[in-house]
């Protein structure tokens, strides 16, 4: 590994992470826009695509949260790197503890997907396709 793959690293990260926010803020709006309280009449959403909702933002948020935490780390870590004099075409191991927070993350938005889908999405279609 080098500093600049370090450098690298850290920057793609920062570019997928302000993606995310994008995509919030979409989803943020339009969570907005669906309970509007101007319209005087609530929208008839069904509770388990409501449920499904919540999870699908929390697995949104851990994306961000993975992306924004991997970016910092590796910044910080090319930081450390760059103050110890690291030539830039230098070969070193990262430490291996270094993405594991991120490992974290990703798996916890994995599960908000998969609770949303197999929780509440999937069985709301079934019966509501099977049982009509």
Not at 94 to 120: D, H, S
Request: charged share 15%; with cysteine; net charge positive.
């Amino acid at each position: 590994m080098r500093l600049d793959d370090v450098k690298n690293a850290y920057e793609t990260l920062s570019g997928t992470a302000s993606q995310i926010v994008r995509q919030l803020s979409l989803a943020g709006i339009g969570l907005i826009w669906l309970f509007n309280g101007g319209t005087g009449a609530k929208p008839p959403l069904p509770h388990p695509l409501l449920q499904a909702a919540l999870f699908i933002f929390l697995a949104l948020f851990f994306d961000l949260l993975q992306y924004l935490l991997g970016t910092f780390t590796w910044f910080c870590y090319f930081r450390k790197k760059e103050r110890a004099g690291t030539p830039p075409d230098k070969e070193f191991l990262a430490p291996a503890w270094i993405n594991w927070p991120t490992w974290f993350l990703f798996g916890l938005k994995a599960a908000c997907m998969l609770v949303a889908y197999l929780g509440f999405i999937l069985p709301f279609l079934f019966s509501t396709f099977f049982n009509a």
